[in-house]
């Protein structure tokens, strides 16, 4: 099978990390998941002191940023000054602060090379925000995933309570919704649909269902 890329795109909370884990199991293709590298850098900022709002610091610490990615089968682990933090990045603090890192060209020029570098030599499935429009202009396959912000915040409402944690469903979905504005009306590369990409609303569909039509899709567009 040759070489091909899969771009999908989406806000937070449309199912776009677990969809793409799956397909890049079920196709043996690498995942790349490109939040998680901002959400390192806010991290970064965060332990450092640093408001993740003040751009000039925060582009400033990108010469001391340690961040080593190790793809591995179905994902990746990601290491901060020698340390695993896969696994504790993924609180709301921290999804905030990588939201305002995100916006600023010289953080997102520095993860763009190395994503664009981890998918140059074999296939790869990449979400994100802008991976359709700036990432993986070129990629074979481009997919949209959306879905309601009421949807989105049950689903993160449940994950918390999965992890023991209480949540209430109103604060959760004023965050998202404040992420969203953020996401798509900052100046450098704001979430946006590709021209070329099909868009999939995973409203009131479970993983599941979600992999099997992107897997139909996938196979559609790269035989």
Do not use: W
């Amino acid at each position: 099978m040759k070489k091909f890329a899969v771009a999908v795109d989406g806000p937070a909370g449309s199912g776009k990390s677990t969809v793409a884990k799956e397909i890049a199991k079920a196709l043996g293709i690498l995942y790349i998941d490109t939040g998680a590298m901002y959400r390192t850098v806010g991290m970064a900022c965060l332990k450092k002191g640093i408001n993740p709002a003040d751009e000039d610091a925060v582009v400033a610490s990108l010469d001391s940023l340690d961040m080593k990615i190790f793809p591995e089968a179905g994902g990746q682990r990601i290491l901060l000054d020698g340390e695993d933090i896969t696994s504790r990045i993924r609180t709301e603090e921290i999804g905030k602060a990588a939201s305002s890192v995100a916006a600023y060209q010289k953080v997102r020029e520095k993860l763009v090379e190395i994503q664009q570098g981890l998918a140059k030599e074999q296939s790869v499935i990449m979400d994100g925000r802008d991976i359709g429009t700036k990432v993986l202009p070129d990629a074979e396959v481009k997919i949209y995933l959306d879905a309601s912000v009421e949807e989105r915040a049950k689903r993160r409402v449940g994950e918390l309570e999965a992890q023991g944690k209480t949540a209430d469903l109103e604060t959760i979905r004023e965050e998202i919704a404040q992420r969203d504005y953020q996401d798509m009306h900052r100046e450098n590369s704001p979430l946006c649909r590709a021209e070329d990409a099909v868009n999939v609303d995973t409203t009131g569909l479970d993983i599941p269902a979600v992999t099997e039509k992107l897997l139909a899709l996938i196979a559609e567009k790269t035989k």
